[in-house]
Structures are given as C-alpha cells and as structure tokens.
C-alpha cells in the first residue's frame, strides 16, 4: 500500500508564492493540494506550472481536490491529477507531472519553413524594387508600430503614474488589569502564572542627630518683689519706724509689704523719708509688682501719725519655674529621630538600585539599634531647655524591579484584547504600583500593581494593498467597510491622483495608507 498524502488545505488569500512556500519544507512527498469552498484562486495556468516546478525540485507528486473547472483544465493540461473529494484521492491513481512545459528553438516542428522560403513575402528580406504600393505599406507599419507604442506608453502611464491614499480610523479601546503580585526574597526570578517576582532585601547603617524643646517643668518657688516708700510724718514729733512695720495696696486684693530696716522720721507735719520695702508672703512672686502711687496703707499703730506713698513701681517679684527633661521628651526625640533615620537610609540606598527597581516604603524598618548606639545630651529630670540625640541603627528596606511586575501585569492584560486588535504601539502600557497589602514573618509582600493600555484593530496594509489594486473606488470603500474594525461613525477616506481615475492603481506599490489614532 502506497504511502497516505499529505494534506495542505488552501485559503482564499493564497498565491503561487505562499503555495510554493508551504511546499518548500517538504521532499519525496505525496501532496494533495486542496482548494477552499468558497472564492477562486490559482485560476491561471502560470500559478500551476510555478507550483509544479517547485514539487519537481524537491521531488514532490502533486494532486489537486477542486470544483474549479478551469483550474481542472489546465491541471489536464500539465498531466495533474484532480479529484472531487479527498476519499477520490485515496482511491483514483495519481499522474506524474510533465516535466516539460514550454518548448525551446531547437524543439520547432520539422516542416517549419526557412527564412530564405519566405523571403517573396518578407518585409524585411527586401525586394529589389521600392514601388509606391511597397512605400505604403511601410508607412502603415510604421504607423501601426507607432500605435502601438502609444498605446503601451499610455498603457504604462496608466499603471505607473496614479496614486491612492487610503486614510482609516480603527476602532480602540481601553483596557484596565489589576494584579495582586507577591515580592518573594526567595524567588529565583518571575512566575508569571502565580503573580511571584523576587524582591531584593537592602541594608544600611546610618547616623543621625536630633534636637527638641524640653517639656518638663520644676518650680523653684516665688521669688518677693522689692522696691520703696516714702513715709510722710503728720505730726510736730518725731516718728520711730521700726523694720517690718507693713504697709499695702488698698485697691483691689491688699498686697502688702514689708519695711526692711529701721527709719527715724523727722518732727514736722510733713517731713518725709524713703525706706527699702518687700512683698510679704501673700504676694510672693510676680503679684508683688506693683505700679507707683499704689501703696497708701500703714497697718499698725503708726496708721495715725504717717501716711505712705511709693514713688516707683515694685519689681522683681517672679515664680521660678524652669524646664527639665522627661521621660517623655526622650521618647518623643527617639521617635523623631528613628523617622530622620529611615529616611536617610533610603536617599544612601537609591543608589543602589537599577533604572527599574524601586524600594517599597512600607517595608523600610529598622532592624538593629543597639543602647551603646544611642547618646542623649541629658538625663530624666535634667534641667535643661533642649535635649540632643545621636543615633545610630541598622535600616533595611525590600526592593523591587518593576519589569518583572510589569511582565506578569502585560501577560494578564493580553488575555482581555479582543479578536482582531492589538496594542496600539504609539500609546505604551502605562503602569501604577498600588499600595502593600501585606508583609508577612518571612518577609513577602502582597501588593498591587495596575496596568492600563489601549488597543487598535490590526490593520496588515501589506495584504490590503494585494487586495485593492485596481479595484473601482465604490468596491474598495465597501471592502474596507466590510473587512475592518473602524471607529464607529467613520468610513475610510480614498483620495487618487490623478482626481479623474475612478479606481485605485494597478500598482499595490502605488498604494498608500494613513492609519490616525483616536481617543478612545
């Protein structure tokens, strides 16, 4: 039993070029050529004698299952098999092809007549005599091949000169995919299907100072104001003023004080004498300072011989309070300073990093701190106005490359791009890190990452070109409405120079597109 075809089942779209192809990577086969159910291709005799040609160079024997009857015809003619269906053959008996299909000069028939037999009615074996009928004849042929140059001149300018600018606008879209990827410090590389790429673990030890305004407060206790009075005698005696005789304020809450050495004031209604004063405890602090003229009380037996009057106000009077470190201000500086810490740890560890990696801020964390790393300027319940810490710890921080996220996020994206569209190359996928979700003990971190594109119906202008030559203005428009995607209200736009041919070029060189991109 011979050895079973192969099958090549043929599409609408193929040519002599892309059968002979597919044949290319046979030999010493047995191949069944079979034509599609719908429209016609390979109807010319060329296209058969190519593909032949190419079967007989790798020693391939060709049959063809075809309703074509032309195709049938001229597979006759060049000794191809062909059959109805598939079952036919595998049953029928398989012809070989010629191996000859044009002939060459020395293959002309026998009885071809010679040049020198023809020379009574050649036109260029010439005849002795240049007769007026012979003159005619000769302007006539030169006439006719002037027509005939014209023609193909013309004809060549019909091919050669017009042009086509198809502009289209393809339909888009906006495609959004969220992932949940895991940074592993275990992970090789990227795991694509389980959302897995490998974070870096980076790790550095830095310094800092920090300086805060203490909190706690001591009081020291009231310190009196002090100043003097003026003692005015109101009688013809002399007057002794003996040291703590109190005198007061009378407005308000009395705020007394005190005489702090002994005076003799002098007989006579109206002699005066200055003596030092001090707050007494009831106006300890700064309530002893008090304006000029507001002390007029002598408390005592002397109240009916003296008045009194301060000249000046009282000063000096003050509650000492004064500011310590706290339990709480070192905790408050620690924790100031640990934030300094994490973030000059970050601005040394970007250096590190490629172009594509990135540190994730929620994993930065200090991993050591150590007592004999940590110096304060002052003690709990130190007095002191400022407190200073110097620091120094052991920072580490995860890292990711963003590529290989971006990797996982694309693959993801692909999978919801419609049939017939692709990725529009001018617009990149934009790409968003999202926040962490989770860290967990063994340090993996769950975070998202959004990618975002847009994407274009695929236009090949390669295939659209073969497809629109020659065609009339009317039936191409139609086709591309018919065989493409466009943007929902728009048609294609043919322009053909010159404006007077009402189809496209015979040349697909000569056609042109103009793909525009739109918001979708």
């Known amino acids: ?63 063809l299952v075809t309703h074509d009857s032309l195709v049938i015809r001229h597979a006759n003619e060049l000794n191809i098999s062909t059959f109805e269906t598939i079952g036919a053959s595998e049953r029928g008996r398989w012809q070989r092809g010629r191996s000859k299909v044009f002939t060459n000069r020395f293959q002309r028939p026998k009885n071809e007549p010679e040049a020198e037999e023809l020379k009574e009615v050649a036109s260029r074996v010439g005849a002795d005599e240049d007769t007026p009928g012979r003159r005619r004849r000769r302007w006539l042929i030169r006439l006719a091949v002037l027509a ?18 198809i502009t289209l606008t393809p339909a888009q879209s906006l495609i959004t995919q969220t992932v949940e990827l895991v940074a592993d410090p275990q992970a090789a590389g990227v795991d694509v299907e389980n959302a897995v790429i490998r974070a870096t673990t980076l790790r550095v030890q830095v310094e800092e100072t920090g300086t805060l305004e203490t909190t706690g407060t001591q009081d020291l206790g009231a310190f009196p ?56 405890q009831n106006a300890s602090g700064d309530a002893g300072n008090v304006e000029s003229g507001l002390i007029n009380t002598v408390i005592g037996p002397l109240a009916n011989n003296v008045t009194v009057r301060n000249l000046a106000p ?9 500011r310590v470190v706290s339990q709480e201000d070192k905790e408050r500086l620690a924790d100031t300073v640990r934030q300094q810490l994490q973030s000059r740890a ?44 110097t620091m120094q710890v052991i920072v580490e921080a995860s890292a990711i490359d963003q590529l290989l996220g971006q990797q996982v996020v694309l693959a993801r994206l692909s999978q919801q791009i419609p049939r017939g569209r692709v990725l529009s190359p001018e617009n990149p996928v934009a790409y968003e890190v999202g926040p962490v979700v989770n860290i967990d003990p063994q340090g993996r971190i769950t975070f998202s990452m959004t990618g975002s594109g847009r994407v274009t119906a695929e236009v090949d202008t390669d295939i659209l070109k073969e497809r629109l030559a020659g065609r009339p203005l009317d039936e191409a428009s139609a086709y591309l409405m018919g065989e493409l995607d466009l943007k929902e209200g728009t048609s294609p736009v043919i322009t053909i120079t010159p404006d007077w041919i009402d189809r496209l070029p015979l040349l697909p060189t000569r056609i042109a597109f103009v793909i525009q991109e739109t918001t979708p």
């Open 346 to 389: 970050f601005i040394e560890m970007r250096p590190r990093l490629s172009e594509t990696q990135s540190i994730i801020f929620e994993t930065i964390h200090i991993a050591e701190e150590r007592a004999d790393w940590t110096s304060y300027s002052a003690n709990t319940g130190d007095v002191a106005d400022t407190l200073t810490l």
């Open 1 to 63: 039993m011979s050895k079973k075809p192969l099958y090549v089942q043929l599409e609408t779209g193929d040519d002599a070029n892309s059968v002979r192809d597919r044949l290319s990577f046979l030999r010493g086969e047995r191949v069944l050529l079979i034509w599609p159910e719908e429209g016609t291709i390979l109807t010319r005799k060329l296209d058969l004698v190519l593909i032949q040609r190419e079967a007989m160079r790798r020693a391939i024997r060709l049959a």
């Open 314 to 322: 009282t000063s000096g009077g003050e509650n000492r309070v004064v």
């Open 225 to 280: 104001a002090s100043g003097s009075v003026v003692f005015i005698n109101q009688t013809n005696n002399t007057v002794s003023i003996p040291a703590g005789t109190v005198v007061s304020t009378s407005a308000g809450t009395p705020i007394q004080f005190r005489t702090s050495q002994t005076a003799e004031l002098a007989a006579g209604v109206g002699l005066q004498i200055e003596v030092p004063i001090e707050a007494l």
């Open 148 to 165: 005939v140059v014209v023609l193909l001149l013309g004809g060549l300018l019909y091919v050669v000169v017009p042009t086509a600018t």
